[in-house]
């Protein structure tokens, strides 16, 4: 799995409008060692790539009801709770599943 958030998105985009194709011909699946389908050209996997791009620039500005819950995250030193944010990884997990809701 690729650490690149764009890559990973075109890849999902990919898999998700693909899925019935996928089901009807699944001798076609053959995935190469990059997580693409061994069918899909380089300018097929771009378009993919473009499109993540956008939806990720789509979610750079956070609405506020991601804001107030990242906020919600508090950090805590093993006891008590302290006066700072939580783990900059689990406030982007709770503020992307309040924009999912």
Request: glycine share 6%; with cysteine.
């Amino acid at each position: 799995m690729t650490d690149s958030l764009v890559e990973r998105l075109a890849l999902a985009l990919c898999e998700y409008e693909n899925r019935h194709a996928a089901e009807e011909f699944p001798d076609c699946n053959a995935v190469g060692p990059d997580g693409w389908s061994v069918l899909m050209g380089e300018r097929g996997k771009e378009a993919y790539r473009a499109k993540a791009r956008f939806m990720i620039a789509v979610l750079r500005e956070p609405t506020e009801a991601m804001v107030r819950a990242g906020e919600s995250v508090k950090a805590y030193d093993g006891i008590e709770e302290m006066e700072s944010y939580g783990h900059p990884k689990e406030v982007w997990r709770v503020m992307n599943d309040e924009a999912l809701k």
